[in-house]
């Protein structure tokens, strides 16, 4: 059974960038046919995407992040990665890692890691 | 402001039948697929609905996803007080070209 587990920071400074690993367990990142994204959740608010990434390192990010979004793959420790530069409190929230089948079908998801953007 | 509209709040009493509406454009659900994610209070989101109208395995039977146009629509009958929650639709849009998702919906059962 596929597990995905993130974890990093749980606390960036403003401006500073934010960093977190996705582990992927149960299955390999190299297997193919599924791309691994990155979503985010407020407290309180919704979902957004963020973007995902092949196991060829080929990457995809939403427009709207898209100038301080950065996505890695690690084939050999079976993980992959997320960087966030410049990051304000607006970037305060929950962020998931989950393997994509095709256009957004996420499943399964990792538990969420809390990143708290503060002086 | 979200690209799909969804309403921030339904409810209904146990056994009801309950739908949640998501209303997008020509770009987004009109052209691809639909998923829907159930997210229960402090966990994270679990996948519902994909391909509009297919359940994965394990999701009961009294979930159901339907697609007309530019707006789809998640059924929950004999609604149960395990369904509290929020729920979500997702879909790519091919103008913003990335994923959007509704602003979700609470569902209270009464």
């Known amino acids: 059974q596929l597990q995905l587990q993130e974890s990093g920071s749980g606390l960036v400074k403003p401006s500073q960038t934010l960093s977190l690993t996705c582990g992927v367990s149960?299955?390999?990142?190299?297997?193919?046919?599924?791309?691994w994204s990155w979503i985010r959740q407020p407290p309180g608010k919704g979902l957004e995407w963020i973007g995902y990434?092949?196991?060829?390192?080929?990457?995809f990010y939403s427009p709207s992040l898209e100038s301080r979004v950065t996505m890695s793959v690690d084939i050999s420790k079976n993980q992959f990665s997320l960087k966030l530069t410049s990051v304000t409190a607006a970037d305060t929230a929950v962020y998931y890692c989950?393997?994509?089948?095709?256009?957004?079908?996420?499943?399964?998801w990792g538990q969420g890691t809390l990143v708290t953007v503060s002086s | 402001q979200s690209v799909l509209t969804q309403p921030p709040s339904a409810s209904g009493t146990p056994g009801q039948r309950v739908t949640i509406s998501c209303s997008g454009s020509?770009?987004?659900?009109?052209?691809?697929?639909v998923k829907w994610y159930q997210q229960l209070p402090g966990t994270a989101p679990k996948l519902f609905i994909y391909?509009?109208?297919q359940r994965p395995s394990g999701v009961p039977d009294r979930f159901s996803g339907s697609k007309s146009g530019t707006s789809a629509s998640l059924a929950i009958s004999g609604l149960q007080s395990e369904d509290e929650a929020d729920y979500y639709c997702?879909?790519?849009?091919?103008?913003?070209?990335?994923?959007?998702f509704g602003g979700g919906t609470k569902l209270t059962v009464l």
């Open positions: 989950a393997r994509d089948t095709y256009q957004g079908w996420f499943d399964p």
């Open positions: 149960g299955g390999s990142i190299a297997s193919g046919g599924y791309s």
């Open positions: 990434i092949w196991h060829s390192g080929s990457a």
């Open positions: 020509s770009s987004n659900i009109g052209t691809n697929t």
């Open positions: 391909r509009d109208d």
């Open positions: 997702a879909v790519w849009d091919d103008s913003l070209n990335g994923l959007v």
